[in-house]
């Protein structure tokens, strides 16, 4: 087959380096650029056969997030415009590292075991982040789709969410939106003018927005959207891009784990800022105490802000729809406590990474879900939106109960449902803040954080860690979680968990307790545990000063 030749033919231009293994992680393939070629003409491939199998299009977005700049990795986006399958995950995995004279053997077992029509058409949407490397990866991916025949669509640099937001518009026919970066804008700022332009009271201060944008895409993507968004809002760009570095000391990645506001960005005592990551999938807020304290709202606080505001519309629009959030092992313990106690809204928790809390969250009419590091959407079951529309529509409901509808109905134009968006969130979370009339400080007060503290171990190999229980809990390597239980015992309100990354080859640690001292000597001692059990490589770690 024709096909084929050029398979392989292109894919000598794109050789394999010979015994290089990579896994499939979180969010894809991730790893320093140099190592990627490869991997992106194969990944071109691959969302071609899977465009065929589901006769619609799929999407391929260059980017490494939130690791450093000379990282570079590739998330591949299904019909819907959410993360791909599970199974075509191990299709990539077994893709990816095929040896060079393998390549068409693993191409073809694929192509039987899908039962793909290898004359159907194909089509793919490309995209990619600011880094140096992406243009040379991107055009990887797109000789990847031409030589098995697919028509691709190369948007150029765009944020993450917008990408997946393209598919799901050309997959519904428009239904969702237009498959255009201006249609994009347009949608979500049209919503947000109509959620805030009658909020009562509103001043000129609560229309101020500090914005980092990380040195990355998000940064030039709020540029180009400021003018769709009249006087509404008025943003301060800092990180643009123009002379510091993605994601160093800078973005919502660094600001959530150092819990301390990023450099590169002029912060006066109680103004609200918020950070974006490298791509534009995350987002956390925060501000500084006349005292220079500095508080944190991470995607916990932005899950319960936004819970709590659809919880009283739907009250108020008597509309009686089910609410839950969906969280990992991350989520502060006092958010948590909130939610279920407070709140009394279903609380589920999954394995990190968005492909897992968008699946829970599709359980409900209404799924809002968050990590803790700002990555999170909320999703409306069909069912819900046409009942919100019913109610905004029906000419036979009180005048309070079509106001909440409406505002329901804008809330759900304003959110990209595809995935987690750094910018839908973030007018999302000005909207409710405007129209609650609520300070950055009143939300912060909703709940008291847990002190916490997140460390990085460095091993030989992190897959010798392995989890359960939604990765709360170690299964290896063995002792690792009974000395886990024994130093959690020593604090109050403690709890800790360890996890291989899925981006970076480290293992994560996490902890919580009553203090900040306890939190970061918990987090310090647990660390010690996993360079001791695991295999730790180079300086034993540190206590935190
Ligand atoms: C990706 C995933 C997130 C995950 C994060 C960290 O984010 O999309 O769901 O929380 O990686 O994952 P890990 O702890 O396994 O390294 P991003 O923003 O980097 O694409």
Redesign the pocket.
């Known amino acids: 087959m024709a096909q084929f030749q050029e398979v392989s033919r292109q894919s000598s231009l794109h050789p394999k380096p010979a015994g290089l293994i990579l896994q499939y ?3 894809g393939f991730r790893t320093n650029a140099k190592q990627l070629d490869h991997i992106m003409f194969r990944m071109g491939l691959l969302a071609t056969l899977r465009s065929k199998k589901t006769k619609a299009t799929i999407g391929v977005m260059v ?5 450093p700049e000379e990282d570079n990795g590739v ?1 591949l986006i299904d019909p819907m415009g959410e993360m791909v399958t599970p199974a075509w995950e191990d299709y990539a995995t077994q893709l990816a590292n095929a040896e060079q004279e393998d390549l068409l053997t693993a191409l073809k077992d694929i192509i039987q075991k899908e039962a793909i029509n290898m004359s159907q058409e194909a089509h793919v949407f490309v995209g990619k982040d600011t880094r140096s490397s992406s243009a040379s990866l991107s055009q990887a991916v797109l000789d990847g789709v031409s030589c098995l025949g697919g028509l691709s669509k190369d948007y150029g640099l765009v944020t ?1 969410p917008q990408l997946h937001y393209m598919v799901c518009c050309q997959n519904t026919q428009g239904k969702y939106g237009d498959a255009t970066v201006e249609g994009y804008y347009k949608k979500l700022c049209q919503a947000f003018i109509r959620l805030t332009k009658n909020a009562s009271n509103r001043t000129d201060d609560q229309k101020y927005l500090c914005i980092d944008g990380a040195n990355g895409i998000g940064a030039l993507k709020v540029r180009e959207m400021e003018s769709y968004l009249g006087n509404e809002l008025q943003i301060s760009l800092f990180n643009d891009g123009n002379k510091g570095k993605l994601n160093h000391q800078c973005g919502a ?1 660094f600001v959530k784990v150092q819990q301390k506001p990023p450099t590169g960005v002029e912060i006066n005592p109680g103004e609200r800022c918020c950070s974006f ?3 534009a ?2 987002i956390v807020y925060y501000y500084t105490g006349s005292d220079g304290t500095f508080h944190l709202l991470d995607g916990d606080k932005i899950a319960t802000l936004i819970s709590t505001y659809l919880k009283e519309l739907l009250m108020q629009a008597g509309l009686d729809l089910k609410i839950a959030v969906v969280q ?1 092992a991350y989520a502060n313990g006092s958010s948590t406590c909130y939610l279920e106690d407070t709140m009394k809204v279903t609380v589920c928790c999954t394995k ?4 897992h ?1 968008h699946h829970a969250a599709q359980e409900f009419d209404i799924g809002v879900y968050f ?1 803790a ?1 700002g ?1 999170g959407t909320v999703l409306f079951s069909k069912a819900a939106e046409e009942k919100i529309q019913q109610q905004a529509e029906d000419g036979n409901v009180s005048d309070e109960k079509k106001r909440a509808a409406l505002l329901l109905q804008n809330t759900v134009s304003v959110i990209n449902q595809t995935v987690g968006d750094a910018i839908s969130d973030m007018l999302l979370i000005e909207a409710i803040l405007t129209i609650k009339g609520m300070t950055v400080q009143q939300w912060d007060a909703i709940y008291s954080d847990l002190p916490n503290r997140q460390l990085k171990v460095k091993v030989a190999d992190r897959r010798v860690i392995d989890t359960t229980d939604a990765e709360r809990r170690a299964v290896s390597p063995a002792g690792l979680q009974e000395a886990i239980d024994g130093l959690v015992k020593k604090y109050r309100q403690a709890r800790s968990f360890v ?1 291989p ?4 080859d480290v293992v ?1 640690v996490y902890a919580e307790a009553d203090t900040q001292e306890s939190a970061d000597a918990l987090a310090h001692e647990v660390s010690l545990a996993v360079y001791r059990l695991a295999g730790g490589v180079g300086d034993e770690p540190k206590p935190i000063h």
Request: glycine share 12%.
């Open positions: 992680g979180t969010a980017t490494a997030s939130h690791n998330k993450t990645d990551d490298g791509d999938d995350r990992t990190t990474g968005v492909k809390l990590e590091n990555h996890r990354s899925g981006t970076e994560r």
